[in-house]
Structure formats: structure tokens, C-alpha cells
């Protein structure tokens, strides 16, 4: 557990002290604050029957700059030790692989929880400033912020296993990107060809992010989606792992 | 503190390291010599267990290195080829990290790492940036974080590879005082290092150890016959069939004549001292001597025997093998 911290922290520190840290907090802020602004704007003009956090999180333009974070903040965790080759001094240490894989990813998920707080911080900023109350329920509010940490824990298991899988970030990043909107696409492959009521869609709504942020910001927290998530992302986490270990196996 | 018994690596349709067996007792200083390409960082990298072997197993300090991986790696200080280190950390942020995650507590690895640096005489560059140290620096760098935790163990892949002249010198003296406190294992491709600072070498040459000795025995096993250089001058007509007729030469060719000078290439038996029969016989003749020097074979040329040598036999072997692959 001490080995973990140590490497957490580290982990936590080089991002913290990297300017890319710093240009992505400011460009998703600035990217998110614009489009906040226009929802006020657009509801201000139109009656809308859903919430300021919902139309928020309906929007493609937020989903747009939201898929682009994974391969920006995953790319490096193990590309980048395997192409300098610290990665041999790291593994020779000793420490166990999966205290290396938990310690990044943690450390990562923390990073991206800095990113997107600050997106939380409208919603309250807008009440304090208009004085205007019930612009969303506070189930709402907690259920958005639940559902956008469980997607982002989810993707970054899918960034680090990009990243463990070859020594050049660029081509992380690139399968990073293509995974998660892989991902993303399933949830409306239920929209064409398939009968509304056939298996296949219902399955797929399983699968469908959008289905799940559809209800979560609307206050109506699933377990469902809970447990869809987590259990990805330790599966995830978990071929990242043998990932690094296939290197001792004996062949 | 290491036994190695049949260490075999396969990558696919290669074998980088081939069966070997070999072991390094505690307090030796043990110099892994190859061309490139011979296995010796394969090997290192099965030692401290950052790959596995296809076949065979190995103990480090009693471990197994494939069952005990953590305990191995406790005992091992490993500096990588080429050193790779974060370029953006700091040298004291980097090396007590190293420390920590070595299993040094917080103070501990305070002190630890003061007294590395101090070994290393990095203590001048301690808040610089990685990425801005020069080469040799660097080195000490990686080399200061293979012994911050005082390993029983040392394992240095090319500790000298890159560095100018000046710093080469001064890392080897730095190995050499190391080899009081711990057992050393390093590999290299450049013989003169193992033949100052190791008390065994092993050659290694595709994955196959070719020879295991001390750097002086080595030599004298695989010493050519000496050499013996003249120049004299004087009534030296007959000076070809005079120097053959002492005991031991065996062939004497005559070098271009400069200046009326004579220059004699003495061929002899191997270990065999002739010098002191070429003055007598000067002195017998009357000749001036400009130069008599004897030329011993050095580690080098045993070695470059050794690889010329096995690269005959190999190359043999992959005759017979595609014949039997063409056969089948």
C-alpha cells in the first residue's frame, strides 16, 4: 500500500507539473463556459420541458470536447516509459505490476476529476449569480456528476490499456479515441435498422451512455449503470495488467 | 550470490541467449564480455527479472528469480543501458523516489540518498533538472539509484557506454571502490574495462559463454606467439641468420630499412622471453639499438581471436542446420 502511495503520488506530481494539465483544465473550462452560456441563452428564448443540467449534457457539443480528454490524459502512462525505457528500471524495482497499474490509473482519474470540476461549479455559480432557484434538482445535479465520473473511470481504463499496448503515444492516443467512440456508438446503433421493441435494442440500451446520462440527469440514479462501469474498467484494468506481465511469460 | 544454471531465452524464430550456466560468488567484481548483440543485456534483464527465461532458472542471493521475483529485486541495484530517467524530475526528487519505492522509509531515504549522491559526486547538481544534465551525469545519475538502497548485488549494463575519455577513467575508479562494498556484475563490449576492473570475465558470444577467467589468465591461455621488435644498425648482413639461430624464434622477417637502420620482426614461442639473448648477441656484434621491445597479445586480441574463431563454428552449424531444413 506504501509502494502504491509512493507511485500515486509521483504519478499525480508529473501530471500536476506538466503545462498539458494546465491548457486542458483552461480549454475544457472555456469550451464548456461558452456552451453553458448559450444553453442559458437558447432557453432563455425557447421553453424547454428539461433542465439546465440535462440540455447541458444532451448536448453534442459537450460530449464533442468531452471524448477528446481520454486520449490527451492516458496516452503517456505507459507509452512513454516504455519508449524511454524507465519503465525497466521502474518493473526491476521492487514493486508489483499491479501497484504500477492502480497507482497510474488512480492517479489519472484524479487528474480528470480536476479537469471536469470546475463544469460542476456553473450550475451553483448560475443560482448565486440569478438568484433563481430549482434551475435543477440537487438529484440532478449529484446523478450528472456520478454518471460523467463513472463514464470518465471507465474510458480511462480503456486509455491505459491503449497505452500499455505500444511505445508510441500518438497511436495510443489514436486507439484511445477510436475505442471510446466505439463505445459511444453503440448506444445508438439501437436507433437504426432494429425493430424499437426487438432484443437488440433492448440490449443495447445496456451499452448506451447517452441512455444512461438521460436518466441520470434527470435525477434517477440506476444501479445499472453503476455496475456497468465498474465492472468494465476492472476488467479493463485487469488486461492491462497481463498486458505488462506477458513480457515474463514462458514461451 | 548468483547461480545461473541453463539460462535459455527464445524470441520468436531467434535465441538471444543460449543454455548458459555460470555462477558469481559474493564480493566479485564480474565483467560480462561480447560483441553486440551477444546476450549480455538478455541476460542481465532475466537477472533482474524484468524478462523471464524460456528455459532454465537462476538464484540471486539464495532467491529464485522467477518464484521470489521481490525479493531478487530487493537485493539487486540495476542501472538499464542507456540509463533511462525522467527527464522532468529533479535529481534529488528522482533518486529519493527511487528510495522510496525501493522500500526506504521517508528518513531513511533522506539519508540514503544524501550518501549516494555523495558517492557519485552529484551533490552540486542535486536541484538541477534531469533532462539538462550532460551524459556523464546522467550516468551517475542511474548509478546513484542502483546503490541508494545498499544492494548486495550491483548489475551495471554498459556503465561507461557514451561517456568522453576523462569520464570513463573516473566511473571505473568509481566501480572499482563500489567492488569493496558489493558483488558487481557488468556487462561491455569494451575489453580494456573489463581487463582493469573486473577479477573474472565471462565472454560471451550468440548466447553462448566462450570463456570464464580471470582478465590475466585469459590472456595467458589465449596468448599468440610474441612478438619481438629490433632496430639495429651496424654490419648487419648476416643479422637475419644470426637472430634465427637463438633458441626459441621461430621466424624473423626483415621490416624496410630506413636510414640505414635495420628493423627486425621476431616471431617466438608463446611465453617465451628472448630480449635478454638479443642484447647479448648486440653486443657480440657490435650493433647499434634504437628499439627492442617485446609486443604481448592483449585481452583484446584473445578476444578477437575467441569471436573469429566461434563465428567460424557457428557459421558451420547454420550450414548443416538449413541443409538438414531443406532435407526435411
Given at each position: 500500500?506504501r509502494t502504491?502511495?509512493i507511485l500515486?503520488t509521483?504519478?499525480?506530481?508529473s501530471?500536476l507539473?506538466?503545462?498539458?494539465a494546465?491548457?486542458?483544465?483552461a480549454?475544457?473550462?472555456?469550451l464548456?463556459g461558452?456552451?453553458?452560456?448559450?444553453?442559458v441563452k437558447a432557453?432563455?428564448?425557447?421553453?424547454s420541458s428539461?433542465?439546465?443540467?440535462h440540455?447541458?449534457?444532451?448536448s453534442g457539443?459537450?460530449?464533442?470536447?468531452?471524448?477528446?480528454?481520454?486520449?490527451l490524459i492516458?496516452m503517456?502512462l505507459?507509452?512513454?516509459?516504455r519508449?524511454?525505457?524507465?519503465?525497466e528500471?521502474l518493473l526491476t524495482?521492487?514493486?508489483?505490476?499491479?501497484?504500477?497499474?492502480?497507482a497510474k490509473?488512480?492517479?489519472?482519474i484524479?487528474v480528470?476529476?480536476?479537469?471536469?470540476?470546475?463544469?460542476?461549479f456553473?450550475?451553483p455559480?448560475?443560482?448565486?449569480i440569478?438568484?433563481?432557484?430549482g434551475?435543477f434538482?440537487?438529484?440532478?445535479?449529484?446523478?450528472?456528476?456520478?454518471?460523467?465520473?463513472l463514464?470518465?473511470?471507465?474510458?480511462?481504463?480503456?486509455?491505459?490499456l491503449?497505452s500499455?499496448?505500444?511505445?508510441?503515444?500518438?497511436?495510443?492516443?489514436?486507439?484511445t479515441?477510436?475505442?471510446?467512440?466505439?463505445?459511444?456508438?453503440?448506444g445508438?446503433?439501437?436507433?437504426?435498422?432494429?425493430?424499437?421493441?426487438?432484443i437488440w435494442?433492448?440490449?443495447l440500451?445496456y451499452?448506451s451512455?447517452t441512455?444512461?446520462m438521460?436518466?441520470?440527469?434527470?435525477?434517477l440514479?440506476d444501479?445499472?449503470p453503476?455496475v456497468?462501469?465498474?465492472?468494465?474498467?476492472?476488467?479493463?484494468?485487469a488486461?492491462t495488467?497481463?498486458?505488462?506481465?506477458?513480457?515474463?511469460?514462458?514461451v | 550470490?548468483?547461480?545461473?544454471?541453463?539460462l535459455?531465452k527464445?524470441y520468436?524464430?531467434?535465441t538471444?541467449v543460449d543454455?548458459?550456466?555460470f555462477d558469481?560468488a559474493?564480493g566479485?567484481i564480474?565483467?560480462?564480455?561480447?560483441?553486440?548483440?551477444?546476450?549480455k543485456?538478455?541476460?542481465l534483464?532475466?537477472?533482474t527479472?524484468?524478462?523471464s527465461?524460456s528455459e532454465?532458472?537462476?538464484?540471486?542471493?539464495?532467491?529464485?528469480i522467477?518464484?521470489?521475483s521481490i525479493?531478487?529485486?530487493?537485493r539487486?541495484g540495476?542501472m538499464?543501458e542507456?540509463?533511462p530517467?525522467?527527464?522532468?524530475?529533479?535529481?534529488?526528487?528522482?533518486?529519493k523516489f527511487?528510495?522510496?519505492?525501493?522500500?526506504?522509509?521517508?528518513?531513511?531515504a533522506?539519508?540514503?540518498?544524501?550518501e549516494?549522491?555523495?558517492i557519485?559526486s552529484l551533490?552540486?547538481v542535486?536541484k538541477k533538472?534531469?533532462?539538462?544534465?550532460?551524459?556523464?551525469?546522467?550516468?551517475?545519475?542511474?548509478l546513484?539509484?542502483?546503490?541508494?538502497?545498499k544492494?548486495?548485488l550491483?548489475?551495471?549494463?554498459?556503465?561507461?557506454n557514451g561517456?568522453?575519455p576523462?569520464q570513463?577513467r573516473?566511473s571505473r575508479?568509481?566501480?572499482k571502490r563500489?567492488?569493496?562494498?558489493?558483488?558487481i556484475?557488468?556487462?561491455?563490449?569494451?575489453l580494456?574495462?573489463?581487463?582493469m576492473?573486473?577479477?573474472?570475465?565471462?565472454i560471451?558470444d550468440r548466447g553462448?559463454?566462450?570463456?570464464?577467467d580471470?582478465?590475466?589468465?585469459l590472456i595467458?591461455?589465449?596468448?599468440?606467439?610474441?612478438?619481438?621488435?629490433?632496430?639495429?644498425?651496424?654490419?648487419?648482413d648476416?643479422?637475419?641468420?644470426?637472430?634465427?639461430?637463438?633458441?626459441g624464434?621461430?621466424?624473423?622477417t626483415?621490416n624496410?630499412?630506413?636510414n640505414?637502420?635495420?628493423?627486425?620482426?621476431?616471431?617466438t614461442d608463446p611465453?617465451?622471453?628472448i630480449r635478454?639473448?638479443?642484447?647479448?648477441l648486440?653486443?657480440?656484434e657490435?650493433?647499434?639499438?634504437?628499439?627492442?621491445?617485446s609486443?604481448?597479445?592483449?585481452?583484446?586480441?584473445a578476444f578477437v581471436?575467441?569471436?573469429q574463431?566461434g563465428?567460424?563454428?557457428?557459421?558451420?552449424?547454420t550450414?548443416?542446420?538449413?541443409?538438414?531444413a531443406a532435407?526435411?
Amino acid at each position: 500500500m506504501r509502494t502504491f502511495f509512493i507511485l500515486f503520488t509521483k504519478e499525480l506530481r508529473s501530471f500536476l507539473l506538466s503545462p498539458l494539465a494546465y491548457v486542458l483544465i483552461a480549454l475544457f473550462t472555456l469550451l464548456n463556459g461558452w456552451l453553458f452560456v448559450s444553453i442559458v441563452k437558447a432557453m432563455q428564448l425557447q421553453v424547454s420541458s428539461q433542465s439546465l443540467i440535462h440540455n447541458l449534457f444532451a448536448s453534442g457539443w459537450f460530449w464533442m470536447g468531452f471524448f477528446v480528454l481520454f486520449p490527451l490524459i492516458t496516452m503517456r502512462l505507459f507509452a512513454e516509459e516504455r519508449k524511454m525505457g524507465t519503465i525497466e528500471g521502474l518493473l526491476t524495482a521492487p514493486v508489483r505490476t499491479s501497484e504500477v497499474v492502480l497507482a497510474k490509473y488512480f492517479a489519472t482519474i484524479v487528474v480528470y476529476a480536476i479537469i471536469v470540476a470546475p463544469v460542476f461549479f456553473f450550475f451553483p455559480l448560475f443560482e448565486f449569480i440569478t438568484g433563481e432557484q430549482g434551475a435543477f434538482s440537487s438529484g440532478a445535479f449529484w446523478g450528472s456528476m456520478l454518471g460523467i465520473f463513472l463514464i470518465g473511470v471507465f474510458n480511462i481504463a480503456i486509455g491505459t490499456l491503449a497505452s500499455a499496448l505500444t511505445t508510441n503515444q500518438l497511436i495510443a492516443a489514436m486507439l484511445t479515441f477510436v475505442l471510446v467512440m466505439l463505445h459511444y456508438f453503440l448506444g445508438f446503433l439501437q436507433n437504426f435498422g432494429t425493430a424499437p421493441d426487438s432484443i437488440w435494442a433492448d440490449g443495447l440500451t445496456y451499452f448506451s451512455t447517452t441512455e444512461h446520462m438521460n436518466s441520470l440527469t434527470e435525477g434517477l440514479i440506476d444501479s445499472r449503470p453503476i455496475v456497468y462501469y465498474i465492472s468494465f474498467s476492472v476488467v479493463l484494468i485487469a488486461l492491462t495488467h497481463h498486458v505488462l506481465e506477458s513480457r515474463k511469460w514462458r514461451v | 550470490m548468483i547461480e545461473a544454471k541453463e539460462l535459455t531465452k527464445r524470441y520468436a524464430g531467434r535465441t538471444a541467449v543460449d543454455g548458459i550456466s555460470f555462477d558469481v560468488a559474493q564480493g566479485e567484481i564480474v565483467g560480462f564480455l561480447g560483441p553486440n548483440g551477444a546476450g549480455k543485456s538478455t541476460t542481465l534483464r532475466i537477472l533482474t527479472c524484468f524478462l523471464s527465461a524460456s528455459e532454465g532458472s537462476a538464484k540471486v542471493a539464495g532467491f529464485d528469480i522467477y518464484e521470489d521475483s521481490i525479493e531478487v529485486r530487493k537485493r539487486i541495484g540495476y542501472m538499464p543501458e542507456n540509463v533511462p530517467l525522467y527527464p522532468d524530475m529533479r535529481v534529488i526528487e528522482y533518486l529519493k523516489f527511487r528510495a522510496q519505492i525501493k522500500g526506504l522509509r521517508y528518513r531513511e531515504a533522506k539519508w540514503a540518498v544524501e550518501e549516494a549522491m555523495d558517492i557519485c559526486s552529484l551533490t552540486e547538481v542535486n536541484k538541477k533538472i534531469i533532462s539538462t544534465l550532460s551524459k556523464g551525469y546522467k550516468q551517475r545519475v542511474g548509478l546513484a539509484d542502483a546503490l541508494v538502497n545498499k544492494p548486495e548485488l550491483l548489475i551495471l549494463d554498459e556503465p561507461t557506454n557514451g561517456l568522453d575519455p576523462n569520464q570513463i577513467r573516473q566511473s571505473r575508479e568509481l566501480i572499482k571502490r563500489l567492488g569493496e562494498r558489493h558483488t558487481i556484475l557488468i556487462s561491455t563490449h569494451i575489453l580494456s574495462e573489463v581487463e582493469m576492473t573486473c577479477n573474472r570475465v565471462i565472454i560471451l558470444d550468440r548466447g553462448k559463454i566462450k570463456a570464464s577467467d580471470t582478465p590475466q589468465n585469459l590472456i595467458r591461455r589465449l596468448r599468440q606467439p610474441g612478438a619481438v621488435l629490433l632496430e639495429i644498425k651496424g654490419k648487419t648482413d648476416q643479422a637475419v641468420k644470426k637472430v634465427q639461430s637463438i633458441e626459441g624464434v621461430k621466424e624473423v622477417t626483415k621490416n624496410e630499412q630506413r636510414n640505414g637502420w635495420l628493423s627486425l620482426s621476431i616471431v617466438t614461442d608463446p611465453n617465451i622471453d628472448i630480449r635478454e639473448e638479443i642484447f647479448d648477441l648486440t653486443l657480440k656484434e657490435k650493433w647499434k639499438v634504437r628499439e627492442l621491445a617485446s609486443r604481448t597479445a592483449s585481452l583484446e586480441d584473445a578476444f578477437v581471436d575467441l569471436v573469429q574463431s566461434g563465428a567460424v563454428a557457428t557459421a558451420s552449424e547454420t550450414g548443416t542446420s538449413e541443409k538438414e531444413a531443406a532435407d526435411a
